[in-house]
Nanobody
């Protein structure tokens, strides 16, 4: 059983930056593919970014390409989401997710493909 805890959310002005962290425990972190999702009030959960179990393979939703960067540090059992040039439409609860993966380089974009979820952290971008 993997436990995920997000941190780093907050209130920021448009154009600002935040770095989200997701700390994992209870499993061999390096064997898990990781993802970030977000859900705004009244909207469905949306895929944001994902990274394979091996460093190097990443994917982003089009709306955050060039602004957000996902990374992982297997030694620290953590995945990060660096968010730059934030916009009001980025306001949402951001959650990290984990899925055990036996294949290097595979990235998962759909929420139903993930087995473990964090509780989420609120990101609010003011205009």
């Amino acid at each position: 059983q993997v436990q995920l805890v997000e941190s780093g959310g907050g209130l920021v002005q448009a154009g600002g930056s935040l770095r989200l962290s997701c700390a994992a425990s209870g499993g061999t972190f390096s064997t898990y593919a990781m993802g970030w999702f977000r859900q705004a009030p009244g909207k469905e959960r949306e895929f944001v970014a994902a990274i394979s179990r091996s460093v190097g393979s990443t994917v982003y939703v089009d709306s955050v390409k060039g602004r957000f960067t996902i990374s992982r540090d297997n030694a620290k059992n953590s995945v990060y989401l660096q968010m730059n040039s934030l916009k009001p439409e980025d306001t949402a609860v951001y959650s990290c997710a984990a899925r055990k993966s036996s294949t290097y380089g595979i990235i998962y974009r759909r929420a139903l493909e993930y087995d473990y979820w964090g509780q989420g952290t609120q990101v609010t971008v003011s205009s």
